[in-house]
């Protein structure tokens, strides 16, 4: 099983910014999606953004288009979230996700990093 480690949460207002980075360890050498989930409160977990490991396509979500980049570096295993003018509708815990088949989605989740944006 691959292991993923989410960090860069945090408290911000209204239009700041933060760089989320998710590190996988473990079963890393399939590795075919690594992306973001999120799940707000009372609501359920919702897809972000993905990026393909071994290609170009890159995934988002129609809320955080344009504000929100997702890049990769798959020496390190290692996944990144740059989150831009962030509204407080973005407040939510933020998943590191792998999917390993390229077939059936997500399959592997972090225990996720809090993500609170005031108004």
């Known amino acids: 099983q691959v292991q993923l480690v989410e960090s860069g949460g945090g408290l911000v207002q209204t239009g700041g910014s933060l760089r989320l980075t998710c590190t996988a360890s473990?079963?890393?050498?399939?590795?075919?999606?690594m992306g973001w989930s999120r799940q707000a409160p009372g609501k359920d977990r919702e897809f972000v953004a993905a990026?393909?490991?071994?290609?170009?396509?890159?995934y988002y979500a129609d809320p955080v288009k344009g504000r929100f980049t997702i890049s990769r570096d798959n020496v390190k295993n290692t996944a990144y979230l740059q989150k831009n003018n962030l509204q407080p509708e973005d407040t939510a815990v933020y998943y590191c996700?792998?999917?390993?088949?390229?077939?059936?989605?997500?399959?592997?989740w972090g225990q996720g990093t809090q993500v609170t944006v005031s108004s």
């Open positions: 473990g079963r890393t050498s399939d590795i075919y999606l």
């Open positions: 996700a792998v999917d390993h088949n390229g077939e059936a989605g997500f399959d592997a």
């Open positions: 990026v393909k490991w071994r290609g170009d396509n890159i």
